[in-house]
């Protein structure tokens, strides 16, 4: 089953003489998030998709009123979800041209494989609406980590694309598609590696982990991967997780941007 939530993630006083528009949509591990690589999600995933809405008209109070429409298409045009969010009201404070907002789409077990459209519209009580779409891929059940976020709790609660020297930066997930033994566990090793700017390791050997042991009835192992940065940089985190039962891995690259506090 398809579910659907939008919201707004950063109020800027948008240009009264513009006309109302979305641009910059792009999907995101999280919101904020970093921008992820491709389009292409696994049963279980969600799929972030932030976007900039500009032309919104204020009111005598400089506050701004519209809806978020979300609207999910199969490969034949079909729709098969549609969600619209209550009113969402903004109280412009910053100044600046734009919106910034999500829709988060939360991808069922059951949906059938194959290319599907999100359509996002934004409609004001005035009646003006602007849309956008993007277009992504569902893949059959396999080994994968969905749900993917980096942030700066481990409760998953502050979701951030950018760190700052003293925080911890959480990468969490969740691994689906494994394989279990006779005896009904998993053997799945997790290889996790850093490297700077320059592509050099950050550590002489990465960091590995194996995991053996599962409740029967489970059908997915939550990872959190915190690291401590204790220095600015440009980095790029690696995980390797691989399930030695059924000899699959699954790759991801993360960007990890740390700034020095002041």
């Known amino acids: ?52 809405i500009t032309g919104v008209k204020l009111d005598g109070d400089g506050k701004a009123t519209y809806q978020i429409v979300t609207e ?9 979800y549609k969600h619209s969010s209550k009113p969402i009201h903004v109280l412009s404070l910053l100044g600046g041209d734009r919106i910034t907002a999500f829709t988060q ?4 077990t059951k949906q059938v494989p194959g290319e599907y459209t999100v ?23 396999q080994f994968a980590l969905v749900q993917v976020q980096t942030g700066i709790d481990a409760e998953r609660k502050a979701s951030t694309p950018i760190f700052m020297v003293g925080q911890t930066a959480y990468l969490s997930g969740v691994l689906v598609g ?3 033994d006779d005896a009904g566990n998993p053997k799945v090793q997790l290889e996790v590696s ?16 194996t ?16 690291v401590v940065l204790n220095r600015p940089g440009k980095f790029t985190l690696q995980v390797k997780i691989v399930d030695q039962l059924a000899d699959k891995a699954f790759n991801l690259k993360l960007p990890l941007s740390v700034s020095e506090s002041k």
């Open 1 to 52: 089953m398809w579910t659907a939530a939008a919201a707004l993630i950063l109020a800027l006083a948008p240009c009264q003489d513009s006309k109302l528009a979305i641009t910059k949509l792009r999907a995101t591990y999280g919101v904020p998030g970093v921008a992820r690589p491709d389009n292409l999600v696994s049963p279980g995933d969600v799929l972030f998709l932030a976007f900039d």
């Open 72 to 80: 999910i298409k199969n490969s034949k045009g079909e729709t098969e």
């Open 105 to 108: 789409v939360d991808v069922g």
């Open 119 to 141: 359509q996002v519209t934004v409609k004001e009580p005035t009646g003006d609406s602007a849309s956008e779409k993007a277009v992504f891929t569902l893949t059959s059940p």
């Open 178 to 180: 494994f394989k279990r």
């Open 194 to 209: 850093i490297t700077d700017e320059q592509g050099n390791a950050t550590t002489k050997t990465p960091k590995t982990e």
């Open 211 to 226: 995991l053996q042991t599962l409740p029967k009835q489970a059908t997915s192992i939550p990872l959190q991967i915190p």
